[in-house]
């Protein structure tokens, strides 16, 4: 077995729509930040406790779900599509549905969820 090099570490690719990372971008820092350390817990494989699973959407749909100066702001995420994890929407989370997600942001996740698993 080769020695243990802390430099480095054997991580799952993250890639992202762009439409979610223009999104993303628009976060105020501290919660993208916040974010990307998440990111690449997961990536990592480690499970970070403001990932939840994103229920209706199949298996391995999941979403960072961040707190911000009394903001809410999710990153939704999948693990099924290859061996990468795919940032698939982010989003300022708005209190009109309670704690669910809004439908129209469901609506988009399924869309882009469905073009993902269609490309070559």
């Known amino acids: 077995m080769p020695p243990y090099d ?8 993250i890639h992202w729509i762009k439409a979610a990372r223009k999104d993303f971008e628009a976060f105020p820092p501290a919660a ?5 350390d998440a990111l690449t817990a997961i990536a990592e494989g ?8 994103l229920t209706g959407l199949g298996p391995g749909v999941l979403e960072l779900a961040l707190r911000h100066r009394g903001d809410a702001f999710r990153v939704v995420y999948a693990l099924q599509i290859g061996a990468e994890i795919w940032v698939i929407h982010a989003f300022q989370k708005k209190s ?15 869309q882009r969820l469905r073009r993902l698993k269609e490309r070559p």
């Not at 993208?32 to 990307?36: E, I, Q």
């Not at 009109?96 to 996740?109: H, N, Q, V, W, Y």
């Open 6 to 13: 802390p430099l480095s570490r054997n991580t799952r690719p």
């Open 32 to 36: 993208r930040a916040d974010a990307l």
């Open 46 to 53: 480690a499970h970070p406790s403001v990932a939840k699973p």
């Open 96 to 110: 009109k549905s309670g704690i669910a997600t809004p439908k129209p942001d469901i609506d988009l996740i399924e």
